[in-house]
């Protein structure tokens, strides 16, 4: 039986990382595409602020990507390069995906290390520990209220896959994965981003 991270176009398992920490992003952008669409399964409209930061920050990395292909093959390569040009749209949007990869990320390390806890508990103290700090009352409430929207967590595994033992393996591959990725862009952006 297919799980979601089956039908993934692409996983940050696939995100290849050279020895100097340096992200593919192509390959990341790809993956983080594939991230978006899980807010789906959460099947609330009120993930759709998440949804649209995500895809807003990752269409002003392609575009870069696009426009300079050699400058970007890697993130770090977009960032140093974009900024030297004079402009910062990749890179800001960089800074901002990494923020809500760290949160869905943190969102998730709750909701698989306290099995007992809900969405909206794991949910909630996740964005207390990555994302409140930079968005302002409005933004706050909007994402408190996309916290309290969370589905049940059995419905919200349900809709990951039948096979629960495969979906927990997959899950907390997929999370590593994604965990790694972040580590290595919260190390370099506040180097690369300074003066955002």
């Not at 900024?83 to 990494?98: I, M, N, P, V, Y």
Request: aromatic residues 10%; hydrophobic residues 45%; charged residues 25%.
């Amino acid at each position: 039986m297919s799980t979601f991270f089956d039908e993934m176009k692409a996983s940050f398992q696939d995100v290849p990382i050279d020895n100097d920490n340096k992200i593919a992003t192509s390959e990341f952008l790809d993956a983080s595409e594939s991230l978006v669409k899980l807010f789906d399964l959460l099947g609330n409209s009120a993930f759709t602020l998440v949804q649209s930061d995500l895809s807003g920050n990752i269409n002003k990395l392609r575009k870069r990507l696009l426009a300079a292909p050699t400058e970007s093959a890697t993130l770090q390569d977009l960032v140093i390069n974009e900024r030297a040009s004079g402009h910062k749209s990749a890179s800001e949007g960089l800074l901002w995906l990494t923020r809500g990869l760290q949160f869905t990320a943190q969102a998730l390390r709750e909701t698989v290390d306290n099995p007992d806890l809900e969405l909206t508990k794991t949910f909630t103290d996740a964005y207390g520990k990555t994302l409140v700090k930079y968005h302002n009352f409005v933004i706050k409430s909007a994402f408190k209220l996309a916290m309290k929207a969370c589905p049940y967590r059995k419905d919200f595994f349900a809709k990951l896959g039948a096979d629960q033992e495969k979906v927990n393996a997959q899950l907390k591959a997929w999370l590593e994965s994604l965990e790694n990725v972040v580590a290595v862009l919260l190390e370099f952006l506040p180097l690369g981003c300074k003066g955002l």
